[in-house]
């Protein structure tokens, strides 16, 4: 009498109960640990409270005619030179730039260069005020055209901004519509100019361009009359500050990293021991399909990851703290952030399965298995200074290593905390923001494709090279 394969695989299930029953404490240990490393988020959580503005914020009007406060700045090195240089010159150009110097409170020398040339290796070695650059065939013109080019030449980087460990960065990211992490509320809701990364205001970048430009309107009708201008940002509503999430961008990652390691190795060191024991090519011998025998353990793995990444959604998108109303997770989605860490587990699961079939040893594979689970994240850990500046498809090749793919997509679930929307079935597959090009949806497809490509392996190595002890 021939056993089904249903009656084969339900004794392949009791079989590793009886395994899962028997070593009680790992079991336990594979889903405790998880929990713990998410209590211990909850405790930072707890620890660092948000700030809450419970009136709008108005903020000070700033003059556009005053650079002033950059004397006041003793830390500008080397010192400012308070001239202004401009090409080509001209007679013309002469008097608008002249005029421009009226409009602010510092007396500036105006320096004239005759093209555009000379005057940029002048400010690569002279720290000067400002350069204005005007196309070189302006050099013979005896009125201005109706639509009058310029460029103002700055340094790379800024002057007035200096903190430690900044030197690699403090540019005026150009680059950027948004800043790279955005906060709820107010953006540096302490500075009337809006602060860094624009800083356009300290670096005197507005106050010489509304000057030049009043100077451009002058030399066209010089009886007109300007009204007083002023810079201000526009009022914000109630709003609070959480300087957590900008933390949690980056160790959320790895604290899901440390928390399924121990479920890795343990998955690994058992599915090996079996080899080890020739329990896998006895059970071939009498009749298991291969494939059997990986649905089941498949099967096992899975229900002890549900019941892991049910808690841990709980935990993190539930507030249990008693000082403020905030979770890890305040704005998202239940289920889209259970769904993601399913997709994850899925991943992994296949991982431990690829890992396994390398190593007839079970302590051995282990041991490699966890060396190779913090090797799988290292491609996140190095390419995320350099993030904005990758291509998607660099990004997603990175993702091929899934718990680089899921560093990703927690980094970018906590962006999406931080514009108070929360990730949401909705916004799955929208970028942050329009400087982007990574969706958390893209990281959860290749996560799929990682799934795949680790079953498909461990099924290959498993036929080529079944171990010592093979049939």
Same mark, same amino acid.
């Given at each position: 009498m021939t056993t089904s394969n249903w009656g084969k695989f339900v004794l392949l299930l009791w079989k590793n109960w009886i395994i899962t029953k028997r070593h009680y404490l790992q079991t336990f240990f594979e889903?405790?640990?998880?929990?713990?490393?998410?209590?211990?988020?909850?405790?930072?959580?707890?620890?660092?409270?948000?700030?809450?503005?419970?009136?709008?914020?108005?903020?000070?009007?700033?003059?556009l005619d005053t650079i002033s406060h950059l004397r006041d700045n003793p830390e500008i090195e080397p010192p400012i030179i308070y001239s202004i240089a401009y090409s080509p010159e001209s007679p013309l150009l002469?008097?608008?730039?002249?005029?421009?110097?009226?409009?602010?409170?510092?007396?500036?020398e105006v320096l004239a260069f005759a093209n555009a040339q000379l005057m940029q290796a002048h400010l690569q070695v002279n720290n000067v005020l400002v350069g204005i650059e005007f196309p070189d065939a302006y050099a013979t013109l005896s009125q201005l055209p109706d639509q009058t080019i310029l460029?103002?030449?700055?340094?790379?980087?800024?002057?007035?901004?200096?903190?430690?460990?900044?030197?690699?960065?403090?540019?005026?990211?150009?680059?950027?519509?948004?800043?790279?992490?955005?906060?709820?509320?107010?953006?540096?809701?302490?500075?009337?100019?809006?602060?860094?990364?624009?800083?356009?205001?300290?670096?005197t970048f507005l106050q010489v361009q509304s000057a030049i430009s009043r100077?451009?309107?002058?030399?066209?009708?010089?009886?007109?009359? *300007?009204?007083? &201008?002023?810079?201000?940002?526009?009022?914000?509503?109630?709003?609070?500050?959480?300087? @957590?999430?900008?933390? %949690?961008?980056?160790?959320?990652?790895?604290?899901?990293?440390?928390?399924?390691?121990?479920?890795?190795?343990?998955?690994v060191k058992?599915?090996?021991?079996?080899?080890?024991?020739?329990?896998?090519?006895?059970?071939?011998?009498?009749?298991?399909s291969s494939w059997l025998h990986w649905t089941a353990w498949f099967v096992k793995c899975i229900i002890l990851l549900i019941i892991s990444i049910s808690i841990l959604t709980v935990l993190l998108c539930v507030s249990i703290t008693g000082n403020t109303d905030l979770?890890?997770?305040?704005?998202?989605?239940?289920?889209a952030i259970w769904f993601y860490l399913f997709i994850y587990s899925l991943a992994t699961i296949t991982f431990c399965f690829m890992m396994s079939t390398f190593f007839s040893k079970a302590n051995t594979?282990?041991?490699?298995?966890?060396?190779?689970? *913090?090797?799988? &994240?290292?491609?996140?850990?190095?390419?995320?200074?350099?993030?904005?500046?990758?291509? @998607?498809?660099?990004? %997603?090749a990175l993702c091929l290593f899934h718990n680089s793919a899921m560093s990703f997509g927690f980094m970018l679930i906590m962006r999406h905390e931080g514009t108070t929307n929360g990730l949401q079935w909705s916004n799955m597959f929208d970028p942050v923001t329009v400087d982007d090009d990574l969706s958390v949806g893209a990281t959860m497809m290749m996560l799929l494709a990682d799934t795949v490509i680790y079953l498909v392996i461990a099924l290959y190595v498993e036929k080529v090279f079944p171990g010592e002890y093979g049939v």
């Open positions: 889903i405790a640990i998880p929990i713990l490393a998410c209590i211990l988020l909850i405790i930072i959580r707890g620890l660092v409270d948000a700030e809450e503005f419970d009136e709008p914020t108005v903020f000070n009007p700033l003059e002469q008097s608008v730039v002249q005029r421009s110097v009226s409009y602010l409170d510092e007396a500036l460029s103002l030449r700055y340094p790379s980087e800024m002057r007035t901004f200096r903190e430690t460990g900044s030197e690699f960065w403090n540019n005026w990211q150009t680059e950027r519509v948004f800043p790279q992490f955005q906060v709820p509320g107010a953006r540096q809701y302490e500075r009337d100019d809006g602060g860094y990364p624009a800083n356009y205001y300290n670096e100077s451009i309107l002058q030399e066209r009708d010089p009886n007109y009359q *300007f009204p007083d &201008v002023y810079l201000s940002r526009y009022p914000y509503p109630p709003f609070y500050s959480d300087v @957590l999430l900008t933390g %949690l961008e980056n160790l959320l990652p790895l604290i899901i990293v440390i928390a399924f390691f121990y479920t890795c190795i343990n998955t058992y599915i090996t021991v079996e080899k080890e024991r020739q329990l896998k090519e006895a059970m071939k011998i009498m009749g298991l979770a890890i997770f305040t704005f998202a989605d239940w289920f594979a282990s041991g490699i298995a966890g060396l190779m689970w *913090f090797v799988f &994240v290292m491609p996140y850990n190095i390419a995320f200074s350099n993030y904005d500046t990758m291509s @998607l498809s660099a990004k %997603l």
